[in-house]
């Protein structure tokens, strides 16, 4: 990492973090000039934010909109507050434009977006003011969507009460429900009827009817509304209606365009539904619309031709579905395809998984994460071949279980989004194995194989995308090259010399050890060598010997260490990710080399081991928070085989599509004794045919000899070569500027949001005082940060006149999509004052999206719901006028006749280890009155709640006129076949549900599940019965499968010898499912030193050799440290300890002081490996070559000494002090050459 960088992150690291955003004082001083860098486009932040939201900023900010309308024009004016450059928004649109646009009395351009008007402001407040002309007023007018308050005067007159919608538009004219059309000609009346069919349980539907009148007030008998067999469940009438009992409708009616519904449903199953015959003024046409419940029910309406919803009147959200136009006795018909969801879609999941090689190679360690969309069957169970060993769902530990009469292992799923974790064992064929394991069909699946140590993928088959094994990397290109250097050599050689080089290219050809391969360097000598049997003596020659001299040198360069690299793998396998060989070290290596695979081939070990452990410990420790009912005590929940942490060579196994269950995958092995000896016989192979490729012949008698002269000739090639070795040593990286990564972390701690979310403000106390025609509102609020703050004011409701703070006028005021008023305020507490007439109707709702946490009242006329005793509000709060008796005469209203009354009665099972049942009663049909059932319970359940009154096996339930619903838990019998039967009444329907634990399974039979997971994706199977239906349930109990409750992760044993004793130390990380005991074996005559669980020391003996010590569920990491009185030998074995119960991930650590070399280690394969014989036997093989050169007067012995001593040298370093005895050994010979009066080029290879 670059110097500066880490400085950089190390002040970052320095500063406090308590989850706030940084000041720009706070930021370390190198960083201060980058912080506008950073924030770029990130202005919103100086904007309030919502108060519960800190992404949701609010920059633009309107004032009260002051509309003065006439009929031949009209002015506005309006103050923003922006705390950023943005767009505002411009009352009108593109039909009445605004004109004379000004600015704080500035002329402001004015710009169109889709038609709206526009301009930008910077940030500031602003006056914004404009007019408009036209002939005749309009209907509407488009305002701002966000204007809060709103003064209107039309024609020197103000408007109390100005109709503004939730999308910003004014109504002008008169034309909403409720409004008076002009002077009446003569009475008058136009009906529409539309009707929405909605097919639940019971089937609804909606009849709405239009009225146009005109004339005077008077009173209709209109219908009959209802169709054959409905029963009315609620009447909603802006004009004084009541239903008659023959279904028509008797309403007082007055000069208007007015709008009754009227809620109806069917107790039975529908097939057919009939237009009424009606007389006039009922239409003759009407309008129809179906909405499917498609979840209940998938029906088909036939004998009825489609209309265009958007030709016609019906309301907005009706428009979406299908319409139809039915005259008088037309009939709609209803053809059912499907009841229920009885045959869900297929599960849809994919599956990541991991295999873990064992180093003997007697089977596979299997993680298993399986994720998607779960829709039937609700229990995922393995194939016999896999040894389920650990599961988890959401972090959750499950219980195994096998079902009865099943050989398979599995586990009850209650989730629809799955993530499931699986630890699990395959000990059968390594090389054939299946491809999934589990008894299900998956939308995708990805594999990846760890081999330890020694083994290689040879081949692959049975997934799509062929892996990088030794047989896939093969290419045309590479059979070409290798097929024409073997046909080379064979020309060149003979048939023996081309059958050995295409022996030795095949098996170095892909071969990743050291710096790699020589592969194209022997077509460069093959081609330079027969070149040189056809060229004539000339200058063309001379380079081409040189050529031929070049490329033989440049392949010892890559041989040796090529071969030095094959050796050490073949004698410790766990170097093959470790050997690549630097040619230009900075610093010297060390006088023995040694390396521990754990610490210097293992780079991913750490991470992983840190990962495991996490996820490991999380899933434990999250499963204490579980409810007391979700916890079997009898259930052994198993911890599973343990994961490795390694990783080493890995193959990607991967498929394109679907993958079926019983797929498999073939794979072919290399075992670590096979590579051992193709690595051995690489190194022959090379060694011969570097030979050849020298010059180096062989012939019975005389042996391998080498070509005369041809050596002498490298010599002026290899000691340039090795002076620039010197020359190309690193130098150091130089950076003067922060990287992005460090940018980018101190954009997230500028940016870091408030710590008081979501509650970064609260309102202390709300004071209403109510009179009759006022309502004044005090609100004292607390807010943490700059933040917008929801009033009690909503544009379908109340709106206030004035709102003050601290006694002054509001400067910004806001309106959401709710309607909801919003108002910004700085961080501190502030008096809100709210003020404004009330509407003159008998009740007002005042929401309370931000609830105070207490209400004061003075109220005069009017009584208040929403408030317990204590002052604490509800959600909302509702204002009802109290009118006089004298006052209630003078409204002679005609009020809706006793509606029969409705009810749902919804039952929760709930099966965990105690059956439950929740049971709730909702009013359905209108309050007001009250209501008396008689509700029967399910067999075998028994009444827990108080107060709930139970005879003859029935509840008697008494709802009061204004009570919405009744609640009641009951406790029920466990049996293992339920049967639920839905009374035959018309006074109710029923919804059961079934929310069982994963200790038990569930089949079902009768009536067809409507709904399997609730809203959040838990499986809840839900039935919507008609009466008199059943449905059974069948429900049993998996039995539990023994496996490990304790499993040991991670070990790690460190020994520390000294002359006169050896401290050693043990670390175990642990999980277990259950509390208890557990013992390991240290050796013997060890004196214990310390005993730690979770770093806490802990009061244990030895009692013997045996240690006992406390188990918790969940993780726990327990630390041993003991001596041993004897001192080190030159023949040293590490303590054998047994801990108790199988473990993975061993680790042995080895500390010894600087005067101790290692000569040899023998233990696990993944351990040390000391370097140092493997280089001593390339040196005793390169001594021999050089023991056969002439013109030096080193012989076997001299090189063979040299060599030892020049293995505690870095490579490069050793064959510069070669590259220079061998050239001092040329010089003597061309002294002797000079002084014989010969060329010096005469008796060399570079003249011949």
Request: proline content about 8%; hydrophobic content about 40%.
């Amino acid at each position: 990492m670059r110097p500066v960088t880490m400085v950089f992150l190390l002040m970052l690291t320095l500063l406090p973090f308590t989850g706030r955003a940084l000041s720009p004082e706070q930021v370390p001083a190198p960083l201060q000039p980058w912080i506008d860098w950073v924030l770029h486009g990130e202005e919103q932040r100086h904007c309030p934010f919502v108060y519960h939201q800190g992404t949701a900023y609010q920059c633009a900010w309107p004032t009260r909109l002051a509309l003065n309308l006439s009929d031949n024009g009209g002015r506005f004016s309006q103050q923003w507050q922006l705390y950023r450059e943005s767009w505002v928004r411009l009352p009108g649109d593109h039909k009445y434009w605004p004109q004379q646009i000004t600015v704080n009395g500035e002329p402001m351009p004015v710009s169109a977006d889709k038609g709206t008007p526009r301009i930008k402001l910077p940030a500031g407040k602003h006056l914004i003011e404009g007019q408009w002309q036209w002939t005749r007023l309009p209907t509407t007018l488009p305002l701002n969507p966000a204007t809060g308050l709103l003064a209107l005067t039309i024609n020197n007159k103000q408007v109390a009460w100005p109709e503004l919608d939730k999308t910003g538009r004014l109504w002008l004219g008169q034309r909403k429900a409720g409004a008076e059309d002009t002077p009446p000609r003569g009475d008058a009346l136009t009906l529409q009827v539309y009707r929405k069919v909605e097919d639940n349980i019971p089937l609804q539907i909606t009849t709405l009817l239009n009225l146009e009148v005109a004339g005077e007030q008077r009173e209709l008998l209109l219908g009959p509304m209802l169709l054959d067999q409905q029963i009315p469940l609620q009447l909603d009438s802006p004009l004084p209606a009541r239903l008659e009992p023959d279904g028509r409708l008797r309403v007082q009616v007055r000069p208007g365009r007015w709008s009754i519904r009227l809620l109806s449903r069917h107790p039975d199953p529908v097939t057919r539904l009939a237009a009424p015959t009606v007389p006039a003024p009922w239409p003759e046409q009407e309008v129809w619309v179906f909405q499917a419940v498609n979840q209940l029910r998938l029906v088909e309406v036939e004998n009825l031709v489609a209309i265009d919803p958007q030709q016609t009147s019906l309301p907005q959200d009706w428009q979406r579905l299908p319409a139809y136009q039915l005259g008088q006795g037309e009939q709609m018909q209803l053809r059912v395809i499907r009841r229920g969801d009885r045959e869900p879609e297929p599960d849809r999941l994919g599956l990541q998984r991991q295999l873990w090689l064992d180093f003997d190679g007697g089977g596979y360690t299997v993680q298993d994460s399986i994720t998607g969309r779960m829709t039937r069957g609700w229990r995922l169970e393995t194939t016999p071949a896999l040894q389920l060993g650990r599961v988890s769902i959401d972090g959750q530990p499950q219980f195994i279980t096998r079902q009865e009469d099943s050989d398979r292992l599995g586990v009850e799923v209650r989730r629809g989004a799955l993530n499931l974790s699986a630890d699990s064992r395959y000990e059968g064929d390594i090389r054939t194995l299946p491809a999934v394991g589990w008894d299900t069909d998956l939308q995708s699946l990805h594999t990846r194989l760890h081999l330890p140590p020694g083994w290689k993928l040879f081949s692959a088959s049975g997934m799509d995308n062929a892996p990088s094994t030794w047989l896939q990397r093969w290419t045309l290109l590479d059979l070409f090259l290798v097929l024409i250097a073997a046909l080379a050599a064979y020309r060149l050689w003979g048939w023996q010399w081309g059958l050995l080089a295409l022996l030795t290219l095949v098996l170095i050809w892909h071969q990743s050890t050291g710096m790699g391969p020589p592969r194209w360097v022997w077509l460069h000598l093959l081609a330079a060598t027969a070149l040189l049997r056809v060229l004539p003596a000339g200058r063309l020659r001379q380079g081409m010997i040189g050529y031929r001299n070049l490329s033989l040198l440049v392949l010892l360069l890559i041989a040796i260490p090529f071969m030095v690299a094959e050796v050490r793998t073949a004698m410790y396998p766990q170097l093959a990710q470790a050997s690549a060989y630097n040619p230009f070290p900075v610093e010297a290596e060390a006088p023995m080399e040694m390396t521990t695979g754990a610490e210097q081939t293992l780079p991913a070990t750490a991470p992983l081991r840190e990962l495991a452990d996490k996820r490991q410990a999380s899933s434990y420790a999250s499963g204490q928070g579980k409810p007391l009912t979700q916890l079997d005590p009898d259930a052994r929940v198993q911890t599973g085989p343990g994961l490795p942490n390694w990783q080493w060579n890995s193959v990607e196994l991967s498929w394109n599509g679907p993958v079926q269950r019983d797929q498999q995958i073939r794979l072919v092995l290399l075992s670590p004794g096979i590579n051992l000896l193709l690595n051995l016989l690489r190194v022959a192979l090379v060694s011969l045919l570097v030979l050849r490729m020298a010059g180096v012949s062989f012939s019975r008698g005389r042996g391998f000899h080498l070509q005369q002269g041809l050596l002498s000739a490298l010599v002026p090639i290899w000691l340039p070569v090795s002076l620039l070795l010197l020359l190309t040593l690193p130098s150091p990286a130089r950076a003067d500027m922060p990287d992005a990564r460090l940018l980018e972390q101190l954009k997230t701690r500028l940016l870091a949001p408030p710590d008081c979310l979501p509650d970064c403000a609260q309102i202390s106390i709300l004071r209403l005082t109510v009179s009759p025609q006022q309502l004044d509102a005090e609100l004292e609020v607390h807010a943490q940060e700059a933040v917008a703050v929801p009033l009690p004011a909503n544009t379908d409701h109340w709106m206030p006149r004035r709102v003050l703070i601290e006694g002054v006028v509001a400067e910004a005021l806001l309106r959401d999509r709710t309607g909801t008023l919003y108002l910004p305020l700085s961080a501190g507490i502030h008096r809100v004052r709210l003020s404004g007439p009330l509407p003159e109707q008998d009740g007002v709702q005042l929401p309370l999206s931000l609830r105070p946490h207490r209400i004061e009242t003075q109220m005069d006329g009017w009584a208040l719901q929403g408030v317990d005793e204590n002052g604490v509000p509800g959600d909302q709060l509702q204002l009802n006028r109290i009118r006089p008796q004298s006052a209630a005469a003078e409204h002679n209203r005609l009020e809706p006749g006793m509606l029969p009354d409705f009810v749902r009665v919804e039952r929760i099972l709930r099966l965990d280890l105690d059956w439950m049942v929740e049971t709730r009663v909702s009013r359905q049909s209108p309050a007001g009155q009250p209501i008396s059932l008689e509700i029967p319970l399910l067999p075998g359940e028994s009444v827990l709640t108080d107060g709930v009154r139970v005879q003859d096996g029935k509840v008697m339930l008494d709802l009061a006129a204004s009570q919405q619903q009744a609640y009641w838990q009951s406790r029920l019998e466990k049996i293992p076949h339920l049967i639920l039967t839905a009374p035959d009444t018309r006074r109710w329907t029923e919804t059961w549900r079934v929310d069982i634990s994963p200790i038990w399974h569930l089949e079902s039979s009768g009536i067809p599940v409507i709904h399997h997971q609730d809203q959040t994706g838990n499986w809840l199977p839900e039935w919507r019965p008609w009466p008199g239906e059943q449905l059974r349930l069948d429900i049993s109990r998996p039995a539990g499968v023994d496996g490990q409750t304790l499993t040991i992760d991670h070990t790690r044993l460190k020994v520390q010898p000294g002359k006169r004793a050896i401290d050693a130390s043990l670390r175990l990380h642990l999980r277990s499912s259950q509390g208890g005991q557990h013992s390991l074996q240290l050796p013997d005559k060890v004196e214990l030193l310390a005993v730690t669980i979770d770093g806490k020391a802990q009061p244990i003996r030895l009692q013997g050799q045996t240690l006992t010590f406390p188990l918790t569920p969940g993780a726990q990491t327990l630390d041993v440290h003991w001596r041993h009185n004897d001192g080190i030998s030159p023949l040293l074995y590490t303590p054998n300890i047994e801990p108790g119960s199988a473990s993975v991930n061993n680790n042995i650590e080895l500390e010894l002081g600087r005067d101790r070399w290692i000569l040899f280690a023998m233990g696990p394969r993944m351990g040390p490996a000391v370097l140092f014989w493997s280089l001593l036997t390339i040196t005793l093989l390169l001594a021999v070559g050089l023991s056969r050169v002439s013109f030096t007067p080193l012989r076997l012995h001299h090189w063979l000494l040299l060599g030892i001593g020049l293995t505690q040298v870095p490579l490069w370093m050793a064959l510069m002090v070669v590259a220079w005895l061998l050239a001092l050994g040329l010089r003597g010979r061309w002294q002797h050459a000079e002084a014989a009066g010969c060329s010096i080029w005469s008796k060399s290879a570079w003249c011949c």
